[in-house]
T-cell receptor, first 111, second 115 residues
């Protein structure tokens, strides 16, 4: 399984763009990159998933360089409600091996 | 919307008791998972199941067992609860083995305290 490394915590002011980078140096050809968000006292929820280049949805953007050894989750204009833990996961398409959650990045948004 | 429910939000049990944590999903998902979450350790996978009556060990299966007799229900069993099993337990489900199935839907969690 590809191991991921991400910062333990980040702080940001409201209204700023936040970029959380995840390293996955031994990502395999069939692996996808998935990000989850977890609010206190709730289970994680899926944010975005990608394989290469850029993916954007109503919540976030995911940037993946050509070598795919890292990825960046971008949250535009964060608000206090974006304070959460963000997890980067790498897993293959078959689903035979479950995704592995690490410790995540705790994002604190400050007014 | 997919709904994953867990039998209790909070549970207090005594050391040595047998504990059952129930999880039900209402979207006919094939895959179901049990995690525990502890401060500073993130989510760790205990067991998962790809089909009825099938189970696979995760990263930390010791002290736990599971049961999946029906597709929608996945139970986590602590045969003899110990204080080091005090934790938040999260259940999740996903649709199929493929990429689409990799999106996991989580329940609200059960905070178990073993005294």
């Amino acid at each position: 399984l590809a191991k991921t490394t991400q910062p333990i915590s980040m702080d940001s002011y409201e209204g700023q763009e936040v970029n959380i980078t995840c390293s996955h140096n031994n990502i395999a050809t069939n692996d996808y990159i998935t990000w989850y968000q977890q609010f206190p006292s709730q289970g994680p929820r899926f944010i975005i998933q990608g394989y290469k280049t850029k993916v954007t949805n109503e919540v976030a953007s995911l940037f993946i360089p050509a070598d795919r050894k890292s990825s960046t989750l971008s949250l535009p204009r964060v608000s206090l409600s974006d304070t959460a833990v963000y997890y980067c996961l790498v897993g293959d398409d078959s689903g035979n091996t479950p995704l592995v959650f690490g410790k995540g990045t705790r994002l604190s948004v400050i007014a | 919307d997919v709904k994953v429910t867990q039998s209790s939000r909070y549970l207090v049990k005594r050391t040595g008791e047998k504990v059952f944590l129930e999880c039900v999903q209402d979207m006919d998902h094939e895959n179901m998972f049990w995690y525990r979450q502890d401060p500073g350790l993130g989510l760790r996978l205990i067991y998962f199941s790809y089909d009825v009556k099938m189970k696979e060990k995760g990263d930390i299966p010791e002290g736990y067992s599971v049961s999946r007799e029906k597709k929608e229900r996945f139970s986590l069993i602590l045969e003899s609860a110990s204080t080091n099993q005090t934790s938040m337990y999260l259940c999740a489900s996903s649709l199929t083995r493929g990429r689409v199935g990799n999106e996991q839907y989580f329940g609200p969690g059960t905070r178990l305290t073993v005294t």
